[in-house]
């Protein structure tokens, strides 16, 4: 990713040259520099991953969590926080209750 070096705005290849789509300013694209890149390129697949010869207790810690499942008294969670939104913004946390698998999440406002 290259950033203007007039306006800050991130600048889009084209051709030999990185284009800048606000200002207009333009710079030769450099193969090496360029090579220390990080890309997102190959990372887009999801794989399915296989847990059901996982024992629960290696599938995470647990939480004192009330299922929201009307059908479950469930008061016990598994959880994992993952970080989807903006970086300044908080983690989100993804429940699965013990009890019967219902799957939830909570977000700060």
Not at 25 to 45: K, N
Not at 87 to 108: H, I, L, P
Request: proline fraction near 2%; include cysteine; hydrophobic fraction near 25%.
């Amino acid at each position: 990713m290259q950033f203007c070096d007039e306006c800050g705005s991130m600048m889009h290849a084209d051709g030999d040259t990185w284009v800048c789509r606000s200002c207009g300013h333009e710079e030769l694209r450099d193969s090496a520099s360029e090579s220390e890149m990080t890309t997102t390129e190959g990372q887009e697949g999801n794989e399915v991953v296989d847990m059901s010869e996982v024992d629960d207790t290696e599938i995470g810690p647990t939480t004192d969590a009330r299922c929201p499942n009307d059908d479950c008294d469930g008061e016990r969670a598994r959880y994992e926080m993952k970080q989807i939104r903006a970086a300044d913004e908080s983690e989100t946390r993804f429940f699965t209750c013990v009890e019967c698998g219902k799957k939830w999440r909570e977000d700060d406002n």
